[in-house]
């Protein structure tokens, strides 16, 4: 790891997509469970792509929140991102991930949104950095 970390978020898994995680502050523990699409029972639990639908969704607004600020641009109080992350096989084997972003910007116009939205995905989001290249990522406004 960079020496410029500020912070580390730490969990554990146990049994794969069929078990348990628990951050290491207790705060986020859940029950995994293999959807039904995935040829797993359903039900109640979480899987890794509804973990990463959530915290890509929360980065990517928090980095469009930080290019507003920056520009000097408020959003309005109903300013959203939705993240759709869908699984699938890779034609070289295993699997893959694309994903789907939707930032709804809440009191801005369309130019101004696509600007602050390309801004974010292309120099401030750590999850848009880490995917370019090895993850389809599409954003569109809505």
Do not use: W
Request: net charge negative; aromatic share 4%.
């Amino acid at each position: 790891m960079s020496n410029n970390i500020l912070y580390t978020a730490t969990a554990t898994a146990k049994g794969g997509r069929e078990g348990h995680i628990r951050s290491a502050d207790g705060v986020l523990e859940a029950d995994l469970i293999v959807p039904k699409e995935l040829g797993g029972p359903g039900g109640a639990g979480t899987n890794p792509e509804q973990l990463f639908a959530a915290g890509y969704a929360a980065c990517f607004e928090g980095a469009v929140r930080f290019a507003a600020r920056e520009a000097k641009v408020k959003l309005g109080p109903d300013t959203t991102v939705t993240a759709h992350v869908g699984i699938g096989p890779r034609e070289a084997g295993g699997f893959q991930i694309a994903v789907r972003l939707e930032p709804h910007l809440d009191g801005v116009d369309a130019e101004t949104a696509q600007q602050l939205v390309n801004t974010a995905h292309e120099k401030i989001c750590p999850y848009s950095h880490a995917t370019r290249g090895n993850v389809d990522v599409t954003i569109t406004l809505v």
